[in-house]
């Protein structure tokens, strides 16, 4: 699981780069948000799509990266991979089983 996050966190990071954030203070950035977003999630007891909604502004930035998240296919990517490493870790189960 944690691996899905790195790669979110390095993608968030090498994007402030992209747009002129210094690596350090991006990867910071992008760090905390993860942090704080899995914390609110953990202290509010709210599901995600609520949260997600609650900070996300008609017209705003946040709607704005969702469209090109969604439309490139984000959720699909990250639910195949979590399949994926299901369906090896049973592969390798049954390896060292017997």
Do not use: N
């Not at 944690?2 to 954030?21: N, R």
């Not at 296919?73 to 979590?82: Q, V």
């Amino acid at each position: 699981g944690p691996v899905y996050l790195y790669i979110v966190i390095e993608a968030m990071t090498d994007g402030g780069v992209k747009m002129g954030i210094p690596r350090a203070v991006a990867a910071k950035l992008a760090a905390q948000t993860v942090y704080g977003a899995a914390k609110l999630v953990l202290a509010s007891g709210k599901h995600p799509e609520i949260l997600k909604d609650e900070v996300t502004t008609p017209g705003g930035t946040a709607i704005s990266a969702i469209h090109v998240l969604e439309s490139k296919g984000l959720r699909s990517l990250l639910i195949d991979g979590i399949e994926s490493a299901t369906r090896r870790s049973q592969e390798l189960a049954k390896l060292f089983a017997d």
